[in-house]
């Protein structure tokens, strides 16, 4: 016990003058906001609100050290975006995964890609923002709420409480205390590597060597480049990118088009689903009329 | 300046994909699950952009193009499953699937 605490103590004292920030203090804000978000996850129990305070007291204290030790480093113009971007994703990937509504969930993640476009645009690539938005709130996203309405099971028009209208896989989670651990204990080394171990994994790069990898207007993130780039190194990789794009097309429409023969007995075939047969196709050229035309053997038909 | 912001950015993508990891286990609804899966996209696709800006390499941009059509073909092809899947059961819960662990 002594020697756990010794080492502990060790461990936080233990240069000090080298650490942005200490491993045990970002581990103690890893623990508090596991807490806050075993108690935010939806489950039987009703303490969201304390879940909340605590992980939002966490990331605040997290963002009050980060932002302390960078005080003196730091001269970027672009730094209150920054945080005001970083703390809107986060918010938004949080609700993502506590809020009990899968459509609430699916906006959410609209608000944390757009968060996230902001980023991108906070580090010159704004070609990459443009598609983010694009793809994600534009394509992905629509998917979504669609698969969400479709799947929607039906709402008892009585039952006027919020949450009773949500199945029971959407109010009880799974494992949450087992997950916050496995998940902020890989928060935690991950910052610990990121904050205090980063300068021996990617040296400074002196601002010469930058503006020679990185042409002017590739700096500042031209788009034209990132083309040229693509079209120049990376080649066969676009194209493989494009046929991959086209085989789950066809992948999905083929999985989605599939009858659905009724193995459980729970299910209730309904006409959408089951009982409409495909129609009839006709492949007899003739049976189209065609009119208005001079050639005589199609002339020739009724014109019913 | 350029090691700490590149700090900055790398521990929002971290926090970032650890939330999806966290929701990826917790969550029991499908397309909730699938939905933490394109979380963790996001936060791999911050860190690319951030090692991009701050190496001085377009590979991460690159990269992130590729990253942004995987998860595309993996959305299209996991809601078409989601909604056989859906068909079959009527229910949106991965516990019904229990018989899949084996």
């Given at each position: 016990m002594l020697g756990v605490v010794s080492t502990l103590a060790f461990a936080v004292d233990a240069g000090s003058a080298d650490y942005i920030v200490k491993p045990m203090i970002i581990l103690l804000l890893c623990v508090l906001g596991g807490i806050g978000t075993i108690l935010l996850?939806?489950?039987?129990?009703?303490?969201a609100g304390l879940g909340g305070v605590l992980l939002a007291l966490a990331g605040l204290a997290f963002g009050l050290i980060i932002f302390r030790a960078a005080a003196g480093t730091v001269n970027s113009d672009t730094g209150p975006y920054f945080w005001i971007f970083a703390v809107i994703a986060l918010v938004g990937a949080v609700r993502v995964i506590t809020h009990a509504r899968p459509v609430y969930s699916a906006l959410y993640f609209v608000l944390t890609v757009f968060a996230s476009a902001g980023l991108f645009i906070l580090m010159y690539a704004e070609f990459m923002a443009a598609a983010l938005v694009l793809i994600y709130a534009g394509a992905i996203l629509i998917t979504y709420v669609f698969v969400i309405m479709l799947a929607a099971s039906a709402q008892s028009p009585s039952d006027r409480s919020?949450?009773?209208?949500?199945?029971e896989c959407d109010l009880v989670s799974r494992e949450p205390f087992t997950a916050a651990c496995v998940g902020f204990a890989l928060m935690g080394v991950l910052l610990f590597v990121i904050l205090d171990k980063a300068d021996q994994l990617t040296p400074p790069l002196p601002p010469a060597a930058v503006t020679t990898l990185m042409p002017e207007e590739a700096v500042h993130g031209s788009t034209q480049s990132i083309g040229q780039y693509l079209f120049q190194n990376q080649m066969v990789n676009l194209e493989l990118s494009g046929l991959i794009l086209t085989v789950s097309m066809v992948g999905a429409i083929v999985i989605a088009r599939r009858r659905v023969v009724?193995?459980?007995?729970s299910f209730e075939p309904t006409v959408e689903t089951i009982?409409?047969?495909a129609a009839p196709v006709?492949?007899?050229?003739?049976?189209i009329p065609v009119y208005g035309t001079t050639n005589p053997r199609q002339k020739s038909f009724p014109q019913t | 300046m350029q090691i700490l912001a590149l700090q900055h950015y790398l521990a929002v993508g971290a926090i970032m994909f650890v939330i999806g990891l966290i929701g990826f286990i917790t969550r029991r609804n499908l397309i909730v699950i699938f939905l933490c899966t394109e979380l963790m996209f996001q936060a791999v696709a911050i860190n690319l952009i951030a090692f991009s800006r701050f190496t001085g390499n377009l590979a991460g941009q690159a990269f992130v193009i590729f990253v942004l059509v995987i998860a595309a073909s993996e959305a299209s092809l996991a809601l078409g499953l989601v909604v056989l899947l859906f068909r079959q059961k009527n229910t949106l819960d991965a516990d019904a699937w229990r018989e899949l662990k084996w």
């Open positions: 996850l939806p489950g039987p129990k009703q303490s919020p949450l009773a209208s949500l199945a009724g193995v459980d007995q009982s409409s047969t006709n492949d007899d050229p003739h049976s | -």
